[in-house]
T-cell receptor
Framework: ETGVTQSPTHLIKTRGQQVTLRCSSQSGHNTVSWYQQALGQGPQFIFQYYREEENGRGNFPPRFSGLQFPNYSSELNVNALELDDSALYLC?????????FGAGTRLSVL | QKEVEQNSGPLSVPEGAIASLNCTYSDRGSQSFFWYRQYSGKSPELIMSIYSNGDKEDGRFTAQLNKASQYVSLLIRDSQPSDSATYLCAVRAGGTSYGKLTFGQGTILTVHP
């Protein structure tokens, strides 16, 4: 157990809809990173939040957005869902250099 | 060229053997290197981190780093069926203000009894 919790565990949406995924960091961790993992691939970095500010972004379009709250929990929002957004979405929290992953949210876009 | 590349799998070894997993990276300024294990349908869990050239041992696991060759490896001694999983190599670049990890595509390891 890493102490990082994500909700929901599974989600089914249709193309064009919007989705919000949530992440609760391990206690004391002020940095949250989000990754997308397609089937059979390694995780791809979406963005990172440090003390409520976006602190870096990967090669994802603006319809992927996020928030970090004062308690360091975080949300990932995806607008205008596309079929290719179907993936496992992972949240990782960190204090220094080690990132600890939550169990992920499996998103299916139909 | 992919930023982080792992040896193509799947890799199959008998129980008790040494499993060798390899990873190369393209960014010469990379500072931190990690091996994660991911069981099917689960999230990645950290096995080892390594920051300096040489070997780092933790139980049955040994990570090796060679920054000149831009190469990092993971050896698993006395492999067990419970080691069967996908192993992900992850690299954090230097010179950035944030901790983006770049992952390889993973190597599937199967340890057969």
């Amino acid at each position: 157990e890493t102490g990082v919790t994500q909700s929901p565990t599974h989600l089914i949406k249709t193309r064009g809809q919007q989705v919000t995924l949530r992440c609760s960091s391990q206690s004391g961790h002020n940095t949250v990173s989000w990754y997308q993992q397609a089937l059979g691939q390694g995780p791809q970095f979406i963005f990172q939040y440090y003390r409520e500010e976006e602190n870096g972004r990967g090669n994802f379009p603006p319809r992927f957005s996020g928030l970090q709250f004062p308690n360091y929990s975080s949300e990932l929002n995806v607008n205008a869902l596309e079929l290719d957004d179907s993936a496992l979405y992972l949240c990782a929290s960190s204090l220094l250099d080690i990132q600890y992953f939550g169990a992920g949210t499996r998103l299916s876009v139909l | 060229q992919k930023e982080v590349e792992q040896n193509s799998g799947p890799l199959s070894v008998p129980e008790g053997a040494i499993a060798s997993l390899n990873c190369t990276y393209s960014d010469r300024g990379s500072q931190s290197f990690f091996w994660y294990r991911q069981y099917s349908g689960k999230s990645p869990e950290l096995i080892m981190s390594i920051y300096s050239n040489g070997d780092k041992e933790d139980g049955r696991f040994t990570a090796q780093l060679n920054k000149a060759s831009q190469y990092v490896s993971l050896l698993i001694r006395d492999s067990q069926p419970s080691d069967s999983a996908t192993y992900l190599c992850a690299v954090r670049a230097g010179g950035t203000s944030y901790g983006k990890l770049t992952f390889g595509q993973g190597t599937i390891l199967t340890v057969h009894p």
